[in-house]
């Protein structure tokens, strides 16, 4: 994980000020989860309060901003009456002016619309007929009918004149979902989409959206543009923000329980449950399976593989995975319970809605057999629906996925083959020499990178039996026995979690799915006691991970020679960057994780500065986690504390870092 650290003293004051004002995710929960129970049981009294809640939001913006507006028409008017004009009156209304300018256009969102191809009623009239019929049994409109890549189906409402209102109703319809159902299981999510524009959801969560959008974009607008506005402006939504979208999460969940009624209703109770189910089912295949054997290809191939999605409708007609492993999904689907958080309810509480429960929950091998099993040639909803379109969305997503994918692919071919001839390395090095623990995790890295964690398991069953105290190789050892049904693997994950704090929550989970299949309930609830530390100590560890202030201690990076030299080879490939410094945030929390802070000497503007951050944040490996911070006006104290650590500088433009080697490996991460 790497962040972009903020170098504004003041506003990170105010932020550290403020922080007991936000939700933490037990808090968020237990609100969410009231919620939810208010709108069950008084949905008047639930709208009123959310009304309420908005109104807060709008009041004090409306306030803040009329007084401002008031103060400066007051010295305008008195200034004209007067015929009195001052510079220094002139100045402060041009200051006032601005501040209250950038506040409405922080507020006045103008949202994209979504991308996809535009489909054309003469292109796929099935397609077409059948929006046509549910729009009269629905009583909604679509403007729009777009097919995406995307595993998903939605519908969004584009307003034409920001809050203002006057929408345009997009339908946006994902090829590989249309691939892998039916034409009558597809009709079941058709008509769940198009239920959410029947009930108003879509304009109601678009409404609740707006607000937090408009209420974030204030924010950060204000940050940038005015310290003490954003000041006047933090300490409020702080408080309100959170706990507005920790009480309309229940909301937008409820929606879709009422989109499922309308889906359940039009397309049948069996459609409506088996396309629910097929789709985690398949988009977990597609995910973990499909996507991952095509980036594979990168080994050999140098270039990205053309008409990608004729393989993948095709792979997708059935779900060509072992019985045993479709049946381990199904059933983990069906155990997730949810969260607070998610704006969608879990599966098992949307088929127990529609009273589809009892026919998934306990698994038959003639279930199995059905799910996985493919649909006939021209009966994906894909064909049925898109016809002689079909070809062309087909042809033009896979056009733009090798577009997008270019510079990736590339990326990745070379690391597949700078993977293979580190293997060979150390394979020859295994002949000369033991190799160290670091040696066969590397080896386990690019063996599952390259064939997949399962490759890797004779791998790690050797450094367990060459470092038995390895936290890492306990686990991965554990989890592949729990997976395959083995107890002995809980004492390997015990192990595990005991020696790493951070491997609780993995550990955890894999040890409550394996007791809880076997109906042992009671011993799976007491690891939820381990679970409850691990995410305090986890949300703590997040929140002094989030950047770097004058007030932190810093300390030597610690870093290998080998990350000095790779750096020295990235940063001249960037002009901008004059120097570079690297050193360690002293954390309290996972302290087996260090976490680094990169700092910059950056020419250019704020905005190409704050680009080249999310550059590197978004390409550069270092071996632990670290923000990226740019040294300017704000951070001179910053600065200062940076360079006063011993060795803090790793690259220096005007004095290339002349390398003993020849060359420079790149490190593994």
Known sequence: ?????SSNPFAEGVERFCS???LSDEK?????AQAARDLRQNKAAYFRRVLMMAAMGYGYITFIVGSMVAFVAAIAIAMWNGHFFNIGLVK???????????????????TPPPVGIKLERDEAPALFQLIDKFKSELNTSVDVVMINDDFNAFVTQIPKLGFLGLHTNYLVLGLPLMAALNANQFSAVLAHELGHLSGNHSKRAAWVYGLRARWSQLLITMRHESPVAFAVFYVFFSWLAPRFNAYTMALARSHELD???????IAGEANMASSLVLVRLKGRYLDEVVWADVVREAI?????????????TESLRGLPIENSKAEDWLKRALKEKGSGMDTHPSLCERLDAGSCLHDYEHSSPELIEQLKSPIPPGETAAEVFLGRALPTCIDKLSSQWTENIAGFWTDKHEFFKSAKERLLELDAKAEAEELTVEDWKEKAYYVGEMQGFDACRPIFEEILSRFPNDPAANYAVGSLMVDDGNEEGIVLLEKAMAMRMSLVSDCVSKISNFLEERGRKAEADKYESKLSAFKKESERAEKERNGVTVYDELLPHELAESWIDFMNEVFPLLPAIEAAYVVRKEVHYFTDYPYLVLALDV????EDKLALARWLIGNLNLPHAFCVITFDGDAKKLKQRVLAVDNSQVYDKKFPRIKEKETVQTPAP
């Not at 994980?1 to 650290?5: K, L, P, V, Y």
């Not at 968020?28 to 969410?32: L, T």
Request: proline content about 2%.
């Open 603 to 606: 020419k250019g503007s704020a």
């Open 20 to 22: 007991r004002l936000v």
């Open 92 to 110: 402060i209304l041009l200051v006032f002016g601005i501040f209250v300018f950038g506040m409405v256009r922080a507020l006045w969102i103008k």
């Open 28 to 32: 968020f929960e237990e609100m969410s």
């Open 300 to 312: 050999d191939r140098s270039k990205p593989t053309e008409r990608v999605f004729d393989g993948i």
């Open 259 to 265: 989109a499922d009624k309308d889906a359940q209703r």
């Open 1 to 5: 994980m790497a962040t972009i650290s």
